[in-house]
């Protein structure tokens, strides 16, 4: 960014009265600033201004040349997955954006509705998926009115040519069972809760699409206080929206909405079995 004139003439009139030569010459204070000691109108204040007004001008010219190299690249360089996951994140409910901009003039952080979103780009579509969620402590679908909002907010940022299906959807449904050997020196009960609480907080904490593994809910659970040996026998997920059964989870998944919820106690089934010692 330039500096202003003042601010070049200033820098350049203290590196001058500080020579030595230049404070005999003129019998100078080196206590004194500049503007102390020459008139406005004095010969050398007049060049010093020259050469800062000609050095603002050339500054000047370099920030606008800036400015249209980032505005040209910025129209003509396509832009990256996440580049649509952060403008998404972006969007401010209640706010319009300027013409020809991508950009709002004020940002409102408490606008900012959308507080989940993922930008993904399917090997068998030649369309972009993003999935948005909003929600704080509990992600949670957002308002189909504001999800509308959202989707033109998009189809007015994007790049020409470029297809988007906005995907606002309530959590995929997920039920697991599990068969927990524990130290029977601590209640069954107090066990049991602490596994379903790991178990709800392994779900409802992956990062927003991202993939759930069985192993790495075992690895969760092998965490917990008085669990010895946790042996997932299934786990099962299913998209809310549609009529469609749950599906046996092999392995890993990343779910149709994003993110996963336990919706019922029951769909988290835990048998507690006491950990015996197999003794020689």
Excluded at 49 to 60: I, M
Excluded at 62 to 73: A, C, N, S, Y
């Amino acid at each position: 960014m330039a500096r202003t004139i003042a601010q070049i003439k200033k820098e350049m009139t203290d590196a001058w009265i500080s020579d030595p030569a230049i404070r005999d010459k003129y019998e100078l204070d080196a206590t004194k600033t500049f503007e102390e000691q020459f008139s406005v109108v004095s010969i050398e204040s007049i060049l010093f201004f020259v050469v800062a007004a000609s050095t603002w001008t050339l500054e000047t010219l370099f920030d606008i040349h800036r400015r249209e190299v980032e505005d040209t690249l910025s129209a003509q360089k396509p832009h990256r997955l996440k580049w649509y996951r952060d403008k998404t994140l972006a969007f401010q409910d209640g706010y319009l954006l300027p013409e020809d901009s991508d950009i709002y003039p004020v940002i409102d952080e408490a606008a900012r509705v959308v507080k989940y979103a993922a930008a993904v780009e399917p090997p068998d579509s030649s369309k972009i998926l993003i999935k948005i969620a909003g929600g704080d402590a509990l992600r949670d679908k957002l308002p189909d009115a504001t999800a509308a909002q959202v989707k033109e907010y998009i189809d007015w940022i994007k790049d020409a040519g470029v297809r988007i299906d906005l995907v606002n959807l309530s959590p995929d449904a997920y039920k697991c069972e599990v068969d927990i050997y524990f130290n029977a020196m601590l209640l069954a009960d107090r066990v049991r809760d602490a596994v379903r609480a790991a178990i709800v907080s392994y779900i409802e904490n992956l990062p927003f699409n991202g993939e759930y593994s069985n192993m790495a809910l075992v690895d969760t659970l092998q965490g917990v206080e008085g669990v010895v040996i946790p042996e997932l026998t299934a786990s099962y997920s299913k998209p809310a929206a549609g009529d469609f059964d749950y599906s046996l989870i092999n392995a890993r998944r990343i779910p149709e909405a994003g993110y996963f919820r336990a919706y019922q106690e029951a769909d988290i089934t835990i048998n507690m079995i006491a950990y015996e010692l197999v003794q020689d």
